[in-house]
């Protein structure tokens, strides 16, 4: 498929859609334009039955996204009306990744700070390689966090944690971040690629409605106002048991088969 800009790769790989940061001459840190082109490369991935699986990634191995494109920032955010609008198309593009309908995955080599760590956050799940290194260094620069930030953080690592991430500033080794709960996984550098790819194979091969009200569940579950749609959830599991899926399911396991699901 295309993509709206070059700087955002969007690849298909049989189960897998590939949404690549791409700009590691500058560590694959975040622009406008990369901003405004999730959105339309996740459209495509969610219309594509045959896309099971998102993997969030950048290009190269020095990075997976090191935050904001400072050298932008003068033509692009030096007025209250050109920073309003790049809070806003950042803002939507990590609510896509968030609200995305299938499951997603970063997949983490080198540098992942600032935003960087935001967009991980957007991901179901996030495979690290043993070089990555993880920061947010807003004390550092004397930036304000926002709230709904900080409470994306500590929905996956816990209010004291949180507060060493930010207090510091400093960089984590990625076994610092598998102890606290930021990542799910550690594997070799060299072996990267191929573990997140068997992961992602792996989890294609289950099935999408179950997943799928998994992910909205939590997702309601961990609401900033604390008001989860219990009605909407349910809806959810009704869907499941109601679907062809939950027919071959059992139909496969009575046969000591795999299941082939269609997300139907």
Known sequence: MISPTPRMIA???GPIGRLVFNKPE???ATSSDMWEAIPVILEEFENDPAIRVVVVTGAGDKAFVSG???????QARSTPEQVAHYDKIGEVANSRLVKCSKPTIARIRGYCVGGGVAIALTCDIRIAAENAKFGVPAAKLGLGY???GIQALMNVVGPSFAKEIFYTGRLFSAQEALAMGLVNRVVPDAELDTYVDDYCRRIGENAPLTMHAVKRTVEELTRLDGKPDFHGVA?????CF???DYVEGR???MEKRKPVFKGR
């Open 251 to 253: 139909r496969a396991f």
């Open 235 to 239: 809806q959810l599991v009704g869907e």
């Open 11 to 13: 690849e298909k790989d």
């Open 242 to 244: 109601a679907s062809e």
């Open 26 to 28: 500058r560590h694959n």
């Open 146 to 148: 926002r709230a709904a």
């Open 68 to 74: 904001a494109d400072i050298s932008e920032f003068e």
